[in-house]
């Protein structure tokens, strides 16, 4: 069965720092994944998607993320954090190919101070 | 603009009673999704739908109920069998060719 592990319920940077989010999978065939990010009481919003052609994946934003098949990860960054990415994240992974039955992590908070 | 309409977007409900959770789409995709969010939880995939008349328990089931009669639309209604309903619900679709699925707005449901 396929799962996700978001370590770190919270990470706090300031702004200008780099942000990292850490997300590792477990997964019995070559995996879809993906990063969605989601303001206060708002939906889900694709940051980038990774589906098997390059392993780093560039989103919006300035996100990006590298998938490491040794490492079973698909860690978030950005080289500079701004208070506008102040939100939860969640790491997600797919195996289907015909429609998309997503299994999420339970989240990190991005807390950005000045 | 095509997109993913849940609403309302805050739901209150006594207990016991049965509420119903609108979501409509003008993507034209063909599945959808409804998941519930719980504070430290991620998202639960609580039913699905590949094609109109036909969908699938997720992992959360018990407690909700379906339909899926037009392709547009896929509304939840959360019964008096689920013991805990308060929650964030979120509805999502997405087509074959395209990886990944788009998600609604939202419906907070608070049960007293």
């Known amino acids: 069965a396929q799962s996700v592990t978001q370590l770190g319920s919270h990470v706090s940077v300031s702004e200008g720092a780099l942000v990292l989010l850490r997300c590792n999978y477990s997964s019995s065939v070559p995996p879809y994944l993906f990063w969605y990010v989601q303001y206060p009481n708002q939906g889900l919003q694709l940051l980038l998607k990774?589906?098997?052609?390059?392993?780093l994946v560039k989103g919006i934003n300035g996100f990006e993320a590298e998938f490491k098949k040794s490492e079973t990860s698909f860690h978030l960054t950005k080289p500079s954090a701004h208070m506008s990415d102040a939100a939860e994240y969640f790491c997600?992974?797919?195996?289907?190919?015909?429609?998309?039955?997503?299994?999420f992590g339970t989240g990190t908070r991005l807390l950005v101070s000045p | 603009d095509g997109g993913i309409t849940q609403s309302p977007k805050y739901l209150f409900r006594k207990e016991g009673q049965n509420v119903t959770l609108s979501c409509e789409q003008n993507?034209?995709?063909?599945?959808m999704y409804w998941y519930r969010q719980d504070p430290g939880q991620g998202l639960r995939l609580i039913y699905y739908s590949q094609i109109v008349n036909d969908f699938q328990k997720g992992d959360i089931a018990e407690g909700y109920s379906v339909s899926r009669e037009k392709k547009e639309s896929f509304p939840l209604t959360v019964t008096s069998a689920q013991k805990n309903p308060t929650a964030f619900y979120l509805c999502a679709s997405s087509i074959p060719s395209t990886v990944g699925a788009f998600f609604g707005q939202g419906t907070r449901l608070t049960v007293v």
């Open positions: 997600a992974v797919s195996e289907d190919t015909g429609f998309q039955k997503l299994v």
């Open positions: 993507l034209n995709h063909d599945a």
């Open positions: 990774y589906t098997s052609a390059a392993t």
